[in-house]
């Protein structure tokens, strides 16, 4: 299975701190990609950095690609209570790009 | 603009029953695809279409068959339901594959009794 993981599954923190959270993924990627999911809801599409990237912001988000460790990991900044939700990255892996590998996702709780 | 839209959202089928999950997206999209997710397991690629008339087997293909007549609309359809496919449903588009970000419609849960 090209499936990559998250790591940890879940994490809880309090309302301010920061959360990290890393993916490993199996081939060679063209892109990476990190998804949230609320709970009952579908995937909404965060953020997209590309295999010659190495780092990525957008607002209260930073995503860093270490390809050479076939790693990712999202870092959310001052957390709100909002956040709160499951994260998935997600790979167009093997050469194929008509398609994205999703992990297994990392649960995140931000108590208020 | 409504984006991706699921219906129905809620089914629940007797074992060996048939049904269609219908999937349209407004957005002109010409990559399509059908995902089931299961608790502990992520998202996994059941069948998916790069166009429309075209339809190609993802991760875990058997027990379901897909059409893409019209290039807004994907089904998914289920010709004799198992427990096994209980599940919930996502649909998503893309512009161009896995180079852009897909669009999640808002899934439909089927139990299957």
Redesign the interface.
Known sequence: SQQGEEDPQALSIQEGENATMNCSYKTSINNLQWYRQNSGRGLVHLILIRSNEREKHSGRLRVTLDTSKKSSSLLITASRAADTASYFCANAGGGATNKLIFGTGTLLAVQP | NAG?TQTPKFRVLKTGQSMTLLCAQDMNHE?M?W?RQDP??????IH?S?GEGTT?K??VPDGYNVSRLKKQNFLLGLESAAPSQTSVY?C?SSLQ???????????TRLTVV
Not at chain 2, 97 to 107: L, V
């Open positions: 991706v990559y695809y995902y502990g397991m992520g998202l996994r690629l998916y790069v190609a993802g991760e996502f998503a594959g896995g180079n852009y970000g897909y669009t999640f419609g808002s899934g």
